[in-house]
């Protein structure tokens, strides 16, 4: 960068000379003064047509990464850092939301469809792609969990994490590759929603819940002690559920059916 402390008053009683100006003659320095400039106005006039045009083409998005504002654009050659300079600009406004590190969504969009109920599962979907909605948040959909939860409960095969933005808070267990079904596809503004059947939802709650006294299960009514409202599940989703027991070869899940069965279903 030129020095500001070049005397240019000086520099131009010289023109036409070949003295030098802060070490350098007259017309270099003006072309790397001026080159300068235009650089501060071509990045002004880039955030400016990126706010009136891109942002506003976004909000048809779901959701959008800096890479699709690239294609927006469609200039490769425009600087990373410029493309995160407006994204800064545009979260400090409140203009877009940021989901996770990489991936934003317009305010508009959310102002727009966040009253959907299929809004927040479509949020947890482009969180972790590799996922289906199950334990509390489907138990209580369905009625099954009396008790209130307020975050959106996800499994995963990839690792057990937690992400909170201004949308609220996403939680993903871990389970298993032989235990990673039981769950079907809907779609919401073009995102693949993957959600788990009411029993499946009931066997991961149960599965993935620590239980430090599994040796005493049957002494006391699980359903009631952890609020289930079980005395309605349909005579398939127990099979189902059963059939999930079967798989998982898990001692602790097979006393947990045994305790429904004498405590909820009386069979």
Sequence with gaps: MVS???DTSECSKQRGTT????????????????????RIIDTKRQLFYMKTKILSSLESF????????????????LAAGTIQTALYRWMKAEQIIQL??????????????RANADFAPMISAILIPQSYLSLEFVLQRNAILTEVTFPVTAVTLKQTRVFENKLGTFTYRNIKAGLYQGFQFSDYMGIPIAQATV??????????RPWKGSKRLGDYDLGEDLR????????????????????????????????????????
């Design 4 to 6: 500001n402390n070049i």
């Design 19 to 38: 003295s030098r100006c802060g070490g350098m003659d007259f017309t270099t320095y003006f072309h790397l003064h001026n080159s300068h400039i235009y």
């Design 62 to 77: 779901p959701y959008f990464t800096i890479e699709g504002v690239k294609q927006l654009l469609g200039d490769d050659s």
């Design 100 to 113: 996770k590190k990489g991936v934003y969504m317009t305010r508009r969009f959310f102002e727009l469809h």
């Design 199 to 208: 029993a499946k939802a009931l066997f991961d709650f149960l599965y993935l």
């Design 228 to 267: 289930l409202n079980l005395e309605d599940f349909l005579e398939n989703d127990r099979v189902e559920f059963e059939t999930y027991i079967e798989i998982s070869k898990s001692i602790k899940m097979e006393r947990i059916l045994k305790n429904l069965r004498k405590t909820v279903w009386r069979l």
